[in-house]
């Protein structure tokens, strides 16, 4: 393929390595061929940029290649995707891996030919280590590492999420007992007394609460559990709390008779905690819940949901990908963090009624 440009003026285009552009331009295979594409359409953007040099046209945007370190890869690809269009100068181009092991998915990273990463991920020596070998500009998402060298922190601090959740939860149960459901928390044998007075084997389950909920799911789930916990016993400290499985919750229900409330961290799971209550013929008198997906929003117009916590994730992925064009470069201003608030929907606050 004749061409005037150096292979790694393409591979920069492109978004690509200069190995994987070198076996595009000599035919030596084993690439796809939305690949072969995307070297064939960098090479066109760099004849254009040389054609309209003198003109007063648009020139071709840069090819940003970034690396996504995520929880829930499909909500977050979704939310990002809906943003690329507005990021310009630069066109991003997104790549996603799984938060189940962030150290190893940051090792794929640095081998790559990336020039960012936002990384979703809870803190750990190991994974402030893998940070600081990265070259390239690193801004968390929702859960901080501040001990590493990340240029910005965006997105929701997420246990002040569970602390805004068992506020509400408590305004409405006020003075009433009862026991409070957790949903997608490590299951407990017996409901456990969140602080205050309580026997030697409800002493031993509290200890250990903390230890449940960190083993209840990475990241943002967790530290909303660890949240809504702290400020619970901060507000209530006999109010019992019970943990257990999404798939459980019918047969904890027939086995607890004082189940008053529900929080739902998130997870998609509030449709099935409604319908398992019904299946008891149960009522409750608050149910909190996260993330005002097309589900909760119904089960909120139906009066089914007292709640939902809702951010904007689409405006915390566009601060992070801005923070990252502005570590590089590509964009002007000071790299800053940008934390965000939590929202609290109602039936009367429902976004587009």
């Not at 061929?33 to 004849?47: M, S």
């Not at 402030?128 to 590493?148: M, Q, W």
């Not at 305004?171 to 969140?194: E, F, N, T, Y």
């Not at 047969?251 to 409330?261: D, G, I, T």
Request: aromatic letters at 2%; one cysteine or more.
């Amino acid at each position: 393929m004749q061409h005037p440009y150096r292979i790694s003026e393409i591979a920069a285009q492109a978004g690509l390595s200069q190995a994987t552009v070198d076996r595009v331009l000599h035919a030596r295979g084993g690439v796809r061929p939305g690949t072969v594409r995307d070297v064939h359409q960098a090479i066109a953007a760099l004849d254009r940029r040389r054609q309209q040099q003198s003109e007063d046209v648009p020139l071709p945007a840069r090819v940003v290649p970034i690396d996504l370190v995520v929880e829930d890869r499909d909500r977050v690809e979704a939310a990002l995707r809906a943003e690329l269009g507005g990021l310009r100068p630069a066109v991003i181009r997104p790549r996603f891996h799984s938060a189940a092991d962030p150290v190893a998915a940051l090792g794929r990273v640095a081998r790559s030919r990336s020039q960012g990463l936002v990384v979703q991920a809870r803190e750990t020596p190991e994974l402030v280590e893998a940070v600081g070998r990265l070259e390239i500009p690193v801004v968390t998402l929702g859960t901080d590492l501040p001990a590493s060298k990340r240029v910005a922190h965006v997105g929701l601090d997420e246990s002040e999420a569970g602390a805004t959740a068992a506020y509400l939860v408590e305004q409405w149960l006020a003075d009433r007992a009862g026991v409070v459901l957790v949903v997608g928390g490590a299951r407990s044998d017996q409901a456990a007394v969140v602080g205050g007075a309580r026997s030697d084997q409800a002493a031993v389950e509290g200890g250990a609460k903390s230890e449940r909920a960190a083993a209840a799911g990475s990241g943002a789930k967790s530290e909303r559990i660890a949240g809504f916990e702290a400020e619970l016993r901060r507000r209530a400290p006999n109010r019992r709390v019970l943990m257990v499985e999404a798939g459980s919750v019918r047969r904890e229900l027939a086995m607890n008779p004082s189940v008053r409330a529900v929080y739902d961290p998130g997870g998609g799971t509030a449709a099935a905690v409604v319908e398992a209550f019904a299946a008891e013929r149960r009522n409750y008198d608050v149910f909190v819940a996260h993330e005002l997906d097309d589900d909760n929003a119904d089960l909120l117009r139906a009066g089914r949901l007292s709640a939902v916590l809702h951010h904007d994730l689409r405006a915390d992925l566009r601060q992070a990908c801005v923070a990252v064009l502005q570590a590089l470069g590509a964009l002007p201003g000071p790299v800053r963090s940008a934390p965000a608030s939590v929202q609290v929907i109602t039936p009367l606050n429902i976004p587009g009624n």
